[in-house]
């Protein structure tokens, strides 16, 4: 391909609108992988050409950091796969751009640069570059100045989403000096300014040990500190925005610098929009650190539970300097209070904020908040109304008996607000329903009012659809559960409420953008359904329900995503039922009927359709065997096409239902192990989707189990592949890698453990599948060594399965032998040692049941401790 043709392809795919557009793709994409250097050079040269349209430059430029870290048909990514001539002559002409005079252009090389390094850092290639960029921070050129620090940002953002450790701490030293040479008060150059505090906020992913450092953790955080109270507005903002991941990433560190975090931020708590915002997020994102270290409920002291103290003694002692400017917040007005999508308002930040400081400084703010929402609720000015309303939001969010009680006896007068005059009241009052709906559904339940309270509900739902949205919600809550009510008049109406919820979802004013309302109605419907035992009302339901989509599939009264949202909550509604059924409770005919319209569904909600098909082969398995020609039939073009990734996973999902229910049945159409062979084997096919083979083939071997025995070599070769895999992935030094060989290494243990279950027996053992036991044996030593920090859950899941093929193979002489060595081996039982520490009824019976076994197989008596 000639240089000019490729640019041509490249204008085509994209910027042309027309039909060719798809081609140029495909094009450029079998070019990348038959001839990976030209393309990459293409690509260079072009973005390095100044005579071009800077758009085709930048798409060249895009092209190179899409790609790069892309599998290449060689089984490495692209940028790997490449002469190491071709990389020379790439990254000279990238770094040639960093100095052009067009912006845009600069920022793309710098995008596609860190890209590169991203890739190259962790394997400790291009070395100079860190130190290059960082002497260029210091450049009396403020273009070239600007770009390096430009540059050293957007390496740590790659790294960081390549979630990458792969840096050392002398590189992520010189990186940090050379940010904070921007960052440096004393500088005039905005840009500098602004540029160099974006790079400390992608570079602080990496920083976590050079903060333990004194010195540097001092400097640094002087210096954002001080640019946090700058009298320049956008740097300020930038700065703030930066602490709000400062704080997150260096939460352990938050006892020395509380105090002067809060009084630089305390400031600009009001009246300066934006500014505003990022101070509040500064604390809101604390307060989320806080639950989320309180969560894991570790009675050990840690440098995260020492943070979590100081930070709760320190919103004790200084709460009404937070709820105070917050409750004043919720006073101003947030915009098109009709727009679902606008960003971050400084009523919601604050909102959020006061329910923060409420549950960390506990009962001593009740007071405080409950005078103001007393003082508001019936101003005759609307935004002390909604002011009201949303601080009762903020103590909904806190769960508390106190609060509880506080709510129950003021349900009431928010009702009041729920049919007020003023639409942002309306609509500031469903989303405070919502929160109470989730967090206290008793206050409705049992209220006595109750009955009044769910027909004002009801009414409201023929609202604005803005309105109805967060009503909704409230529904999904209270019946979510029913069963616990069962005197409430929710419970007793629920039936009023499906129908009501059900003409919502059809309403003809939804908009596409507010199509959610339909998803979230049949949530609603879908905790309704569930609440129902009895057959026949789940009979009936389900009969509405098939009837629906046979209404829907011969109007053209809806818009086409309006008709695809509802067949897909129908479908749903249908699974739902069916899995309440069974052979005896469905007539034949009704069967038919099922099975009838479910076939004729738009092809858009076939993958919703497999997803009944599911539950129907999980309920008449009788039944279904009829239709299974048809239905199987059915699944093989999404099988078949796994490049559509969802639509092949439902359908493999599907299949292992089928197969599951069928059982010995299933036998003539077992063939497709076959196929599923093949993908597991290809080194092309999508690793993620191997993972959904592999568990597909289990099921199928289950339910066959001695009837699939010709496919035993095949079995065993791809188990010895997953095997192999597991192990050399864990050794990579990409965490994508890793990550996908801990998903991988459960997947292969639960796989043998399903071999296992399908054709051994204790007293009939399978020869064939001796050889595993040591294959499984060398798998559990690489992939369970404590050394690794395996989860807990992984442990129990590896001893089930040694204990399994102790129980199948001790009738064999020498694998009993084998098998004993192994289980009595230092390895395993430090295992169960470590099994035993968790308290967990599962864990402790799996620890009794390794003492049973080991003590009456082979005569070892287990000590814990």
């Known amino acids: ?96 751009q960093l100095i052009d005079p067009e912006h845009e252009i600069r920022r793309s090389a710098a995008n596609t640069i860190s890209e590169i390094c991203a890739i190259e850092l962790p394997r400790q290639e291009w070395p100079d570059l860190i130190e290059r960029l960082t002497t260029n921070s210091k450049h009396s050129n403020v273009l070239v100045k600007v770009s390096a620090i430009m540059t050293l940002g957007y390496i740590c953002e790659s790294l960081k989403n390549h979630q990458s450790s792969g840096i050392s701490e002398k590189d992520a ?103 505003t915002i990022a101070a509040i997020e ?49 006073l101003l007005d947030d915009g098109d209070a009709d727009d679902e999508y606008q960003q971050l308002s ?78 942002k009241v309306k609509k500031a009052t469903t989303q405070t329903l919502s929160r109470i ?23 409201q739902l023929s609202n604005k659809v803005s309105i109805v949205q967060n009503l909704v919600w409230v529904f999904v809550y209270l019946t979510e559960g029913l069963t616990n009510f069962q005197n409430s008049v929710f419970t007793r109406e629920k039936f009023t409420i499906l129908k009501h919820l059900a003409s919502t979802s059809i309403r003809s004013d939804i908009k596409n953008q507010e199509i959610s309302l339909i998803d979230t109605a049949f949530m609603a419907i879908l905790n309704i359904i569930y609440s129902v035992t009895e057959t026949k009302l789940c009979n009936d339901y389900l009969q509405q329900f098939y009837q629906q989509i046979q209404l829907l599939e011969g109007s053209n009264q809806y818009p086409v995503e309006i008709k695809y949202h509802l067949e897909m909550g129908l479908m749903s509604a249908m699974h739902g039922c069916v899995v309440r059924l069974d052979d005896s409770t469905t007539p034949e005919k009704q069967f038919e009927d099922i099975m009838k319209t479910l076939s004729k569904v738009d092809s858009r909600v076939k993958n919703d359709y497999f997803y009944v098909l599911s539950g129907i082969a999980y309920a008449f398995k009788k039944k279904l065997t009829k239709y299974s020609t048809q239905i199987i039939s059915e699944l093989n073009k999404p099988l078949s096409e796994p490049d559509d990734m969802d639509s092949f996973k439902t359908a493999l999902f599907c299949l292992s239902d089928i197969a599951r229910a069928m059982e010995e049945e299933f036998v003539p159409y077992m063939n497709i192990l076959n196929y599923f062979f093949g993908l597991i084997k290809n080194v092309n096919f999508n690793r993620e989707l191997k993972i959904q083979v592999y568990n597909a083939i289990a099921d199928i071997i289950l ?11 095949d079995l065993k070769e ?62 559990c030593q690489e992939m369970c060594n404590l050394k690794l920090k395996p989860t807990i859950e992984y442990v129990r899941l590896t001893l089930c399965c040694i204990f399994d093929c102790s129980h199948f193979f ?48 082979y005569g070892y008596q287990l000590r814990l401790y």
């Open 173 to 275: 030293k010189v990186i940090l000096m050379g940010i904070c040479v921007g960052m440096d008060t004393n500088e005039q150059n905005l840009e500098i300014r602004i540029t160099a505090i974006k790079a400390l906020q992608d570079s602080l992913y990496f920083m976590n040990n050079l903060f333990t450092q004194q010195e540097i953790f001092t400097f640094v955080k002087k210096l954002i500190l001080q640019n946090a109270i700058s009298n320049i507005q956008e740097i300020k903002l930038k700065a703030l925005q930066c602490l709000i991941d400062y704080v997150k990433q260096l939460f352990v560190f938050l006892p020395v610098f509380i105090t002067e975090l809060y009084q630089t931020t305390q400031t600009a708590f009001e009246n300066q929009g934006e500014i």
């Open 1 to 96: 391909m000639q240089p000019q043709q490729f640019l041509d392809l490249v204008q085509c795919a994209f910027f042309d609108s027309n039909n060719q557009r798809g081609q140029a793709e495909q094009v450029l994409l079998k070019y990348k992988d038959e001839c990976t250097d030209e393309f990459l050079v293409y690509c260079a040269s072009a973005f390095a050409n100044r005579s071009i349209q800077n758009r085709l430059r930048i798409a060249c430029s895009t092209l190179v950091k899409r790609l790069v870290g892309l599998v290449h048909p060689s089984n490495q990514i692209m940028w790997l796969a490449c002469s190491q001539n071709t990389k020379n002559e790439v990254k000279i002409k990238f770094m040639d």
């Open 346 to 423: 400084v009523p919601n930040s604050s909102s959020k904020g006061l329910a923060y400081i409420i549950e960390f400084a506990g009962s001593n703010t009740y007071d405080s908040v409950k005078n103001f929402i007393q003082n508001t609720i019936s101003h005759q000015q609307w935004e002390y109304r909604k002011a009201s309303v949303m601080a009762f939001g903020a103590l909904a969010e806190v769960q508390t008996e106190e609060i509880g009680l506080l709510i129950k006896s003021a349900l009431t007068s928010l009702f009041g607000c729920l049919v007020d005059s003023n639409f």
């Open 718 to 779: 791809i188990l010895k592949l997953g095997f192999a895999a597991s192990i050399d992935l864990t050794k990579s030094n990409l965490s994508v890698d890793q990550d996908y060989a801990e998903r991988l290494k459960e997947t292969m243990t639960a796989f043998y453990t399903c071999i296992l279950h399908a054709y051994c027996d204790p007293k009939t053992p399978i020869f064939e599948l001796g050889d595993t036991v040591q294959w499984f044996i060398i798998f």
């Open 282 to 330: 500064i604390w809101n994102t604390i307060c989320a650190e806080i639950k989320e270290t309180m969560s894991e409920n570790t009675n050990q002291q840690t440098p995260e539970t020492n943070s979590v103290d100081c930070c709760v003694s320190f919103f004790k002692k200084n709460y009404e300097g937070f709820i105070i400017p917050f409750m004043r917040n919720l």
């Open 437 to 459: 709906a989730e967090n206290y559904p008793q206050c409705f339940h049992e209220h006595d009012q109750a009955n009044q309270m769910l027909a004002t509900l009801l009414d």
């Open 810 to 857: 001790q009738n064999i002489p020498d694998m009993k032998q084998k098998i004993k060595e192994f289980i009595t081996s230092d390895f395993v039982i430090e295992l169960i040692r470590k099994l035993s520490q968790f308290n967990d009824k599962d864990y402790q019976d799996c620890v009794s049941f390794a003492q049973q076994l080991l003590n009456d197989v």
């Open 703 to 713: 339910g066959l189990k001695d009837k699939s025995a010709p496919f035993m070599n």
